[in-house]
């Protein structure tokens, strides 16, 4: 058995808890199944078999023979570090064993390319032998009470009865936490706001209702582009003329 992720440190997010809970209480589960648990692979003690975190980084695993391979946080497997080919390699070596591959991972950006991303398309297209569950919040507003995105949370959240709501809607309403890294993370909803060029919201809030442009005024679009040496300056992209129509 292999848990595989793009780092080290990913792959601690599950051997870890497994390693907890095979040694607690003395380890006494890990006594009853014939365990030989340690801080970096586990052996049974009584036929052949182990567990090992594997990553991205660990050169080629083609033809290992693994009959179970767990493919951690997928939604950052891609072709760039490797991932792609990670997930490839242990998918043909779990089916020569006529094995399996378990994914867990957060909701993907649609568009990335992620392993994530191709296994909710493989689901979809009701590909055979694939089993996708994916619990979703209900839609909701960025905007909306308190009360709503906790309804919305436990929706998403399920049975984990140990999560805190309240302390999720905090973090939602941090003004540091973009909504769209909200939906995906805490709402299990794909999203992508890599090519948004404003932030919905705070486009919103620059509204002048009572501001009057009169026709034949310029009005620019332009960015603010930092300088070392002097104060950031605003470059403009193109003007346009209020009243006059494009032929």
Known sequence: MQIAACSEDQTDNTYGALYELLTA??????????????LTRCFLTDRPGRLEPVTASAGSREGQRVTYAVLDETHLWTLSN??????????????????????TTNSFTPGEGSMAEDT????TTATAGVFYDAV?????????????????????????????????????????TAWEDALRFLFNQPTDNRLKAVHAARWG???RPDVQVERG???????????????????????????????
């Open 25 to 38: 209480n003395d380890g006494r589960a890990a006594d009853d199944l014939r365990i030989d648990v340690g």
């Open 82 to 103: 490797g991932g792609r080919a990670l997930a490839k390699t242990l998918r043909r070596n779990v089916a020569k064993m006529r094995g399996r591959s378990y994914e």
């Open 120 to 123: 909710h398309k493989a689901a």
């Open 136 to 176: 979703q919040a209900p839609e909701v507003s960025q905007d909306a009470p308190d009360g709503e995105l906790r309804v919305a949370l436990a929706v998403a959240y399920g049975d984990a009865r140990w999560v805190d709501l309240d302390r999720l809607v905090a973090e939602i309403r941090d003004p540091d």
């Open 205 to 207: 809030s620059l509204v």
């Open 217 to 247: 005024a310029r009005v620019g679009l332009g960015s603010t582009v930092p300088s070392r040496t002097t104060r950031p300056r605003c470059v403009p992209a193109r003007w346009w003329t209020v009243g006059r129509t494009r032929s």
